[in-house]
């Protein structure tokens, strides 16, 4: 039987969830466990969306509802590499999880921390000759941490994908930054910088292509009548996020960022870019602020691929089919239930989406 299950680990991508639940990241989480081509090793915490401790608490939640409490959750960095922390409660409910107030999980505590894991972990399977990838869908603190501690082993890091950043559009927590970034921009910048004397390329999937992904009440009411177990779970945790959505945007719906990395990961046709040098402002009004260098004025060596265009249907075909357990082919998604926001021409204004 272990041989058996061995197979089955070397047949699927191998991948660490760095996150900050988070409402999106629940969903990004729910997504990538309903994926057979992925394998997830384990789930790593960092403070950003929610504290710590309290993200913590909604990954076993999510991972309770998943039926999947044998995925290990490891707390990581409870404060950015330098500046002071700013969490996103007011995004995402006083609980994190969109003011669901779901039960706790008790116990399920790891012996090791979030960095000594990913360490341990990612040097493990590069030796065995499987590979390990990160999707980074918080603040990248953890990531920095491990330059710090482990070098090596963030070079063993197979493929990198982080939702974070913005090119061409608007920030959503000052007028340039996207909030993972903005909530640790020295990490960032750490990253971006250590990816570039590496040689190395990170998957930016930043506000330009996770803006279009929007979860309508259309869809979710499709999901209830698709699978109501599932669905009720996803209006529980999204209610929060809708209201928070229509206050700020005049939204009927809300923005699921996450989930689109994680899909992206899985199935690369989703999304299209540009790659490019990319450097992280740290300080000033533009902290946070990804510079990308899309014309090469620096010539320097490109070390970010920069998404740029998403196949929203395709998307949602993926995320419904997944989370669902339907295939692809029995969904009837119209245009009233899949609406792209850049098709729109009613524009948004005011404060957007963490």
């Known amino acids: 039987m272990e041989n058996v299950r061995e197979q089955r680990q070397s047949t699927k ?10 409402i999106d990241d629940s969903l990004a989480i729910m997504l990538a466990l309903s994926m057979e081509e992925l394998w997830v090793e384990g789930i790593t915490i960092v403070c950003g969306n929610s504290p710590v401790e309290m993200g913590f608490g909604n990954a076993k939640k999510v991972l309770k509802q998943m039926d999947r409490l044998d995925i290990p959750v490891f707390q990581g960095e409870a404060q950015p590499l330098k500046r002071e922390y700013v969490n996103a409660l007011d995004t995402h409910g006083e609980d994190g999880l969109g ?21 341990e972990r990612i040097r493990s399977l590069s030796e065995k000759g499987n590979g390990c990838s990160v999707i980074a869908l918080g603040p990248m603190t ?9 070098g ?9 994908v982080s939702m974070g950043g913005s090119f061409r559009n608007h920030g959503n927590c000052s007028p340039v930054a996207e909030y993972n970034y903005w909530a640790d921009p020295d990490a960032a910048a750490l990253v971006y910088d250590t990816a570039y004397r590496t040689g190395r390329e990170i998957a930016m999937v930043g506000l330009d292509v996770t803006r279009r992904i929007v979860l309508t009440p259309d869809l979710l009411e499709y999901m209830k009548r698709l699978k109501p177990e599932t669905g009720r779970f996803v209006q529980a945790i999204t209610k929060f996020y809708y209201d928070f959505h229509w206050k ?5 719906g809300c923005v699921i960022n996450d989930p689109l990395a994680v899909a992206y990961f899985a199935d690369r046709s989703l ?30 060596r490109p070390n970010a691929l920069v998404l740029t265009q998403v196949d ?9 089919s997944r989370i669902l357990g339907i295939p692809e082919e029995e969904l009837d998604l119209t245009d009233q239930l899949v609406r792209d926001p850049a098709q729109s021409t009613e524009g948004t204004g005011g404060r957007d989406i963490i």
């Open 142 to 150: 953890n990531l920095a941490r491990l330059i710090q501690r482990d």
């Open 152 to 160: 090596e082993a963030f070079s063993m890091i197979d493929e990198l």
């Open 99 to 119: 003011e669901s107030f779901l039960p706790e999980v008790p116990g399920y505590g790891q012996s090791l921390d979030a960095v000594s894991f990913m360490s």
């Open 13 to 22: 991508k191998h991948v660490i969830i760095d996150c900050d639940p988070g």
């Open 248 to 252: 700020w945007e005049h939204l009927i």
């Open 271 to 300: 999304c299209g870019g540009i790659r490019a040098y990319t450097a992280v402002e740290t300080g000033g009004i533009s902290m946070g602020q990804t510079v990308v260098d899309s014309m090469s004025f620096y010539k320097k």
């Open 312 to 320: 929203v249907r395709g998307f949602f075909r993926l995320f419904l």
